[in-house]
């Protein structure tokens, strides 16, 4: 993991005036995708996580919130205009973010609320490795719903990092022997390093999340 690592963590069902004082800080293309949500939560969930994005990164830049220039990958990963300094990533689910700043590697993050009601076996038993789907079949109740979402952030922050998307790591990438683990071990694949980072965030327990360094 690198040194210079940053790990943030938001709210966002925040109230009327800070959702306000954020929208100041958008872009007229962030404030138009804002404006697209139909339900009133979510274009509030989108103007909080933009925002405290851009306050997060402003004093690494040395700029104003409002001034700073995000560009996009082909596979939509966002990047910060003419800086090839700062590297971060983002993720929210329900009403909360995460975020992970870097100056010298490539860093993904991926947070998902831990739904009682999804169909964990039949998605990993289309998506995940067979050595993956052992794990979370063994397992019962909560655990096998925790070790599910465990397998995908990891999968996912590792596809965000690496800027090739989920869909395109999901046949290589073996997290098993990260599920295992005691919280807090890392796991390294192709010089990448895979962390859980549960414990590093104070989200409550109904939310699993991971982090890449590549």
């Known amino acids: 993991m690198s040194s210079d690592l940053q790990l943030y963590q938001a709210r966002l069902d925040i109230s009327v005036s800070e959702c306000d004082r954020l929208w100041q800080f958008l872009s007229e293309d962030e ?6 949500f139909k ?10 996580a933009r925002g405290n994005l851009r306050e997060i990164l402003a004093p690494r830049l ?4 409002n001034q700073i220039q995000f560009s996009y990958s082909d596979r ?7 800086s090839h300094c700062v590297y971060f990533n983002l993720s929210h689910s329900q009403d909360f973010a995460i975020y ?4 010298d590697r490539e860093v993904g993050i991926d947070l998902e609320y831990i739904n009682p009601q999804c169909d964990v076996d039949s998605i990993a038993e289309r998506y995940f490795l067979p050595s993956e789907q052992k794990i979370i079949q063994s397992l019962s109740d909560r655990d096998k ?4 979402y ?3 952030t990891l999968k996912e922050a590792y596809g965000k990092a690496t800027g090739e998307g989920i869909a395109n790591i999901l046949d290589y990438v073996d997290v098993s022997s990260l599920l295992e683990m005691p919280m807090g071990k890392t796991l390294q694949i192709k ?3 895979l962390k859980l980072l549960d414990s590093e965030l104070n989200i409550d327990s109904n939310y699993a999340a991971a982090l890449c360094v590549a």
């Not at 939509?76 to 003419?82: F, W």
């Not at 992970?100 to 100056?103: E, L």
């Open 76 to 82: 939509g990963k966002p990047y910060i205009h003419n």
């Open 31 to 36: 404030q138009s995708r804002a404006d697209r």
């Open 39 to 48: 339900r009133e939560h979510l274009k509030r969930n989108f103007i909080a």
């Open 145 to 148: 719903y925790l070790a599910f």
């Open 100 to 103: 992970a700043v870097c100056s």
């Open 62 to 65: 040395g700029c104003e919130p």
């Open 191 to 193: 010089e990448l390093t």
């Open 150 to 152: 465990h397998a995908w």
